[in-house]
């Protein structure tokens, strides 16, 4: 996932990105036909080391990582990794007759140039001076695009919740009143099989090293954690300790704000968590689970420069539509104070903005409003106190259990499938 973040690194960073060792030895013939060399047959579909090299590239400058030798040995798996599974989901879309066409791609990578406030050309400009071919993202998001389409049909219409389900995530709900919510990040590696155990546990512990070389956790995530969260750069948001799984809430109990901690074997895989906050949950009634996103305001701005702005914020708004896409808004906005607030009591907020809490309707953003001299947008993402939202807790179900489908499948898909390494 590329963001605002990803960029600002990136201005830094042109000139930090050396070609990787042993890709350029030799004489210029020798290069040429070793970047057409196959390092993986994913069903007859060639992965070749060109494909390798511009992900890896990719990878790296995302991530705001000098691409070394020593960091190039430690993210080659990983690219790989990802590399045969878009392979995997690209062939399962076109089994099924999914397609994805050249114009949903052009949408979306222009929305990508918008959100950081860069042309089309002026994106893939930046891309080209650190010597990565468009095509490295344009494949990524296509393939990204056509699982997406395979997930719709294929699993989404298999998904139901039972009442009683809803009843024990309140019951959980319930009994976590006076305890602690944080606010988490993950990255996540799947282990498909017993003898993945370890090579995916080398992995993980190698993210975790570039994390503590200066890597930014948000692109390392956006670029190799395989859950859902990856798409808001392993974002998780405000969660009631007592939800999270027994191995990782050990994990959690002894960490500090700010920490990273891993590789945390879980039920499926391993983990690396980033906790970015922790506070008390808010007790008695009427509390409200907040996002907000503020929009940076120019000093002394002209009447031009508030227009632009104001026009900027009603462009955010109208890509608001739940609380993952407000999400995902406040990620990309950069902005401190931007993201999940967690849960507050509303007898602690301002009289305007307690009206506007109990006004305003769940996921839907509100209107453009000044808050300490900044543009800001809030979105109501949960309310407690007096009845519980239980189709709040059944959308979370049916996303929760989206995502354990999700990754079976690609399981399943890897299983089945001929894949030749040849690295």
């Known amino acids: 996932m590329i963001t605002r973040r990803f960029l600002r690194r990136a201005l830094h960073a042109t000139a930090a990105g050396l070609l990787l060792a042993g890709w350029h030895a030799g004489p210029p013939a020798a290069r040429a036909q070793d970047t057409l060399r196959a390092v993986a047959v994913v069903n007859d579909e060639v992965i070749s080391m060109l494909d390798l090299y511009m992900r890896a590239r990719l990878a790296a400058l995302s991530s705001g990582l000098e691409l070394t030798n020593e960091t190039q040995a430690r993210l080659q798996q990983q690219v790989l990794r990802r590399l ?26 222009d929305g990508i ?7 089309r050309a002026q994106f893939e400009s930046l891309l080209a001076s650190n010597q990565i071919l468009p095509s490295a993202l344009e494949n990524q998001v ?10 719709k049909v294929r699993l989404v219409p298999t998904i139901v919740i039972a009442d009683e389900e809803i009843d024990e995530v309140v019951a959980r709900l319930e009994a976590s009143r006076g305890g602690s919510q944080i ?81 945390v074997r879980g039920l499926t895989g391993y983990y690396i968590l980033y906790l970015k906050d922790r506070k008390p949950i808010a007790g008695g009634a009427d509390a409200v689970r907040l996002t907000q996103i503020f929009l940076k305001s120019p000093p002394d701005g002209e009447d031009a420069d508030r227009a632009a702005l104001q026009a900027e914020g009603e462009g955010l708004r109208a890509r608001i539509d739940s609380c993952e896409t407000a999400a995902q808004v406040a990620e990309e906005s950069g902005a401190p104070g931007s993201g999940d607030l967690g849960l507050l009591k ?17 996921e839907q953003p509100s209107e453009l409003m000044n808050i300490a001299g900044s543009l800001a947008i809030l979105v109501v993402c949960e309310r407690e106190g007096g009845a519980v939202d239980r189709e709040r807790i059944h959308r979370n179900l049916i996303a929760q259990r989206l995502e354990i489908l999700a990754r079976r499948y690609l399981r399943d898909l890897r299983r089945q499938a001929n894949v030749d390494l040849r690295l």
Request: cysteine-free; aromatic content about 4%; hydrophobic content about 40%.
């Open 142 to 151: 296509r393939a990204e695009l056509a699982w997406r389409n395979v997930v």
């Open 346 to 362: 509303v007898s602690d907020l301002s009289p305007a903005l307690k009206n506007l809490v109990e006004t305003l309707p769940l």
């Open 84 to 109: 045969i599974d878009e392979q995997l989901q690209l062939q399962e879309a076109a089994r099924l007759s999914l397609t994805v066409g050249d114009q949903e791609v052009t949408e979306a990578l």
């Open 113 to 119: 140039a918008q959100r950081n406030k860069m042309s």
């Open 183 to 263: 606010n988490l990040s993950e990255i996540y590696l799947e282990v498909d099989n017993v003898q993945a155990e370890e090579e995916v546990r080398r992995a993980a512990t190698s993210l975790l090293e570039e994390l503590r070389d200066g890597g930014d956790f948000s692109a390392l995530a956006g670029q190799f954690s395989q859950s859902a969260t990856a798409a808001r750069g392993g974002n998780v948001g405000w969660i009631e300790e007592a939800q999270l799984p027994e191995e990782l809430l050990s994990a959690v109990r002894g960490m500090k704000a700010g920490e990273v901690r891993g590789p």
